[in-house]
Structures are given as structure tokens and as C-alpha cells.
């Protein structure tokens, strides 16, 4: 039995089968984008792909220079709702600020996780002097039951890091093998960063229940045989115990997955929402200053406004 995750745009259903039963990749493009003067690829959502798990957003932040009177990363107050938002940091230095009064710089090798909840909203900047930012940032979405929880924020300063072989694993989010992140999630999920200098083959663990996606971050990967690299991601779909995942010279490439979400989200701008009138609320209620997104003292910009919805037309 197949099931989709409730997109009509899906190219495959999560089990990316081929009728005589191996897997089938579904080989999809970057989008390139802009985010607070920085140049992103975005690899989560597009048409044909809006999440893997709960995982409903993946931006690749640089790697890029950043020359003296280039742009730093600069975004000003903006809200979020029924996710949560996750930073992982790879090169460079980030300020997160938001209404619950946190300020907390992220370095390499850390995460920033900030669960919104009922509302919340927050400012990111460049900040040091390092010379070059390279940074995931994911959203997740949070299950309907608790798509209003208590907005809160928390730091990993400290995730595991283990050998798979020739690549050096760094557990982000929930657990593989006998390692088990310490990052809060409210859904069945995982996210590791995978690393390599050498040329490599190993057999990785999957959870059948679990789909899954990778995305070259440097270098290229090849799974089952199949290369992909940057500017691509794989989607792998549900239903696989392992991968083999071939790697040379010196890369590395996040994989995420997670139990495919049940029922249909709504994603527009910085809102999850389950229904239209979620979102309209949510929307109102940033433009009127109310208290629901609370309050950034001197932030770094300007509030951000949303465009115009796209169901506003139609009315
Ligand atoms: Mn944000």
C-alpha cells in the first residue's frame, strides 16, 4: 500500500518503489535564493517534494565568502508558528534574538532550535569575524496535537559525533545506531551531518518507517550507486533498512527523515498553519503588533511584512 503525504504534487508516493521492488530515487534541483543578502539553495518545499518527515523547509546557506563590504546575513523581526525552526552551523557565527528575551550566538558544530508553537518571532545576524557562513536551516513542522505549544528555545552546544566507517557522523536530531541526540522533537525524526577526506563506501542503518532525503552540502555522494551533488537532493522514500553511500575526496552531505506526517499542513511565508483561518489569524495578528509574536528591543532591521496571501485574490 502506498500513501503520499497528502500532496497532490507529489512526483512518487513516500514508498518510491519500482514495480519489481528496488528503490527509486527521485533526483530533485535546488532552487536558488536570497536570505537577508545571502545567497541560498532551497531544497525543501518544491512542487514536487514538500517534506520528508516533518521536516517542510531546507535551506543550504552558502558556503560563502564573506568579503569585507558584502552583504552579512541580516533578517529583521518576523514571526513564526507551529514549528519549529533549526540552525545547523557549520561555518561561521549567528545571533538569534527573539520575543522571549534569548539572545544566543551559534557556532560550528552546534544547533539553534527554537520552537515557536503558539507564536513567537526573532532576528538572525552575521556575527564575528570569521570569513566564510555555511549553515542548514530547517523548519519542522509540529504534529497537529501540538501545534500550540508553549514557544521556547534551546541551544546544543554539544551533539554526538561518532565514526560510520570513513565518515564522521554528527547526530542533529534523534538517533542512529546506539547514539541518541539530546534536540527536542515532537515527531518520529532524525538529522545527520555525514563528513568525509577520503574515499569510502559504508552500508548506513535506515528505519523502514522513516523516509528520508539527502542533500550534497560539498562534494558529491552516490547512493546505491547513484551520484548525486550540489545543487541536488535525493529523496529516498520509505520502506529501506540501509543505503550505500559511495563518497571520494572530501565532502559532506546532510541526511534527514523521518515517519511521513499525518494529515495535510499548510505552509505559507513563516506560518504552519492546519487550516486557512489559522494562517489569516496568524497574519492579522503579526501586521496589528499583537502581543501573540511579543516584542524584539532594537532589532537588527526592519519588521519583515508578509507578501499578499495567495488566496487574497481569489476572494
Ligand atoms: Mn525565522
Redesign the pocket.
Known sequence: MTTTTGNPDCALPTDCRSLDGRREIQRLATRGSDVGGIPVARALPQKARRLVGAWCFLDHIGPTRLEPGMPRLK?GP?P?TSLQ?FTWMMEGEILHRDSLGIEQPIRPGQVNL?TAGHGIS?T?ESIGDAERLHAA?LWIALPREHRDTTPRFDHYAELPEFGLGALTATLLVGHHGGHQAPTLSFSPLMGMDLAWRRRSRETLALDPAFEYGLLPLEGDAAVDGERFTVGEFAYLGRGHDALALDVEGEGRALLVGGVPLEGEIILWW?FVGHDRTEMEQALRQWEAGDPRFGDIPNPVGPRLVAPPPPWASQA
Open positions: 533578517v518576523h513564526h525552526t527554537m526573532h538572525e536551516q513563516n
